[in-house]
């Protein structure tokens, strides 16, 4: 899109409200609103903003930043006409004072290591699949964990009655653009996931940001709370961010298949997984980024928690879904829809690549259950484990040379440093769960 085409829209639709949207390093949606009288001042990347409020970001001393706008990531926001008055937003990079991309902005970061596979002669592909609960609210407008409906898996009416929500979600990113391939109820009461076409990747994951904005936003109209927190109920299933990858070749074709090869995939898919395995434990501190995130990787509730691979085995970190030609691809599976998808996308294609560059080679592929499978039987097949905490996960990431490189030196200090106090913080208070269980017998 070229901003003649976006003033046009911006006139033909009478958009009066303008926002200039961007992320900080955990991944959370900031935006500047602006009036009208200063769209073709965003436009050419002349808005500033204060980046020491940002978390993350810079000092107060250095704190003058500016937003430059991807013209392809302009929209109208369906939800937000009123009387034939329209709102747009448009997803920004931030730059520092002197006019050099900012290296603290996970988008440009994003863009840096794509780049990079680019010259290698590779482009990703990505889908994410990102599940989330529709919970009710309580007299005072805060969040429950009381679910609105009684649904299970692939449910239909009348059980289902988060249906109507999740419609208008699917509506509202249609008029976005979105191309939707699927939705349904997921496993657990009050759980769905809608599915999206793939995309490039830095489009992948400005998709993945703008999904969860607009499923917040629309569950709001009708009184619930959507969260894409992982585990906000004990005993049932948590919500996951599947992540379906591909590298592509300069040519068009698909890196990942070979119609001759066993199973049909090439010496670079295998070398990819076997670089995915090997980084696992390293990246979980930025595709799992929370306390809550180690709830939900644990045997029992379809979350991967083994580093092996399989083409069937849903126990598996890494599965190859059925599809060949165009749609081969891995999907990891123990993401969670809480990342960054910025950061995630970059850790896991350079975990895959440092496989691609060094023709590692996966171990065997695992068909049986490795739920079911003993410890001295895992140790046997090389079946490693990820992070059971937090803790682990960012002790991991900070051994991790490869992480070093791929966040770049200012996010991977920014990163650390904030995961250690959010485990600090966790670590020092006193639960419900203590209370239960000492507070009458000590």
Not at 66 to 72: A, I, Q, R, S, V
Not at 153 to 167: A, I, K, M, Q, W
Not at 245 to 250: G, I, P, R, V
Not at 384 to 403: C, F, G, T
Request: glycine share 6%.
């Amino acid at each position: 899109m070229t901003r003649e085409e976006i003033m046009q829209i911006i006139e033909d639709e009478n958009i009066q409200f303008f926002r200039l949207q961007f992320v900080d390093i955990f991944g959370f949606m900031k935006n500047v609103a602006i009036p009208q009288s200063q769209i073709e001042k965003a436009l050419d990347g002349d808005m500033m903003f204060d980046g020491s409020s940002i978390d993350g970001f810079v000092r107060i001393d250095e704190s003058d930043m500016y937003l430059k706008p991807d013209y392809d990531t302009f929209t109208v926001l369906p939800w937000r006409n009123k009387e034939g008055i329209a709102a747009a937003r448009i997803i920004c990079d931030v730059y520092k004072s002197d006019g050099s991309p900012f290296e603290g902005c996970p988008r440009v970061n994003l863009k840096r290591v794509l780049a990079e596979a680019k010259e290698l002669g590779y482009t990703m592909n990505v889908g994410t699949e990102a599940e989330f609960f529709l919970f009710e609210k309580d007299e005072n407008g805060c969040a429950t964990t009381i679910t609105n409906d009684v649904a299970g898996y692939f449910s239909l009416d009348p059980e289902d009655t988060g249906n109507d929500c999740r419609r208008e979600i699917i509506e509202t990113l249609e008029k976005m653009g979105f191309e939707i391939e699927a939705s349904h109820h997921e496993v657990a009461e009050g759980q769905h996931e809608i599915n999206f076409k793939y995309a490039d990747a830095l489009t992948a994951a400005d998709n993945t940001v703008t999904f969860k904005w607009v499923v917040k936003s629309i569950a709001s109209k009708y009184g619930l709370h959507a969260t894409f927190m992982p585990k906000p109920i004990f005993g049932i299933n948590g919500s996951g961010m599947h992540t379906n990858q591909s590298l592509f070749n300069a040519d068009g074709t698909n890196a990942f298949f070979d119609e001759s090869a066993p199973l049909q995939l090439s010496k670079i898919a295998y070398a990819y997984i076997a670089g995915s395995l090997k980084h696992a434990r390293a990246f979980a501190a930025v595709t799992n980024p929370l306390v809550n995130s180690y709830k939900r990787l644990v045997p029992g509730y379809e979350a991967p928690v083994y580093c092996a691979w399989s083409a069937s085995n849903r126990s598996a970190l890494v599965r190859i879904p059925a599809a060949r030609g165009l749609s081969t691809r891995t999907e990891i599976r123990c993401p969670d829809p809480t990342c960054n998808p910025y950061l995630a996308l970059a850790m896991m294609l350079n975990s895959g690549l440092d496989g691609v560059k060094n023709n590692l080679t996966p171990p065997a592929e695992v068909k049986r259950d490795i739920f079911k499978m003993t410890a001295a039987e895992m140790e046997e097949e090389g079946i490693a484990v990820l992070p059971a905490s937090l803790q682990e996960a960012v002790e991991e990431l900070k051994a991790s040379e490869l992480a070093k490189d791929t966040l770049g030196e200012h996010i991977f200090g920014k990163y650390i440093e904030a995961k250690e106090k959010e485990w600090d913080s966790y670590r020092t208070a006193v639960t419900e769960w203590e209370l239960d269980e000492y507070l009458s017998i000590y």
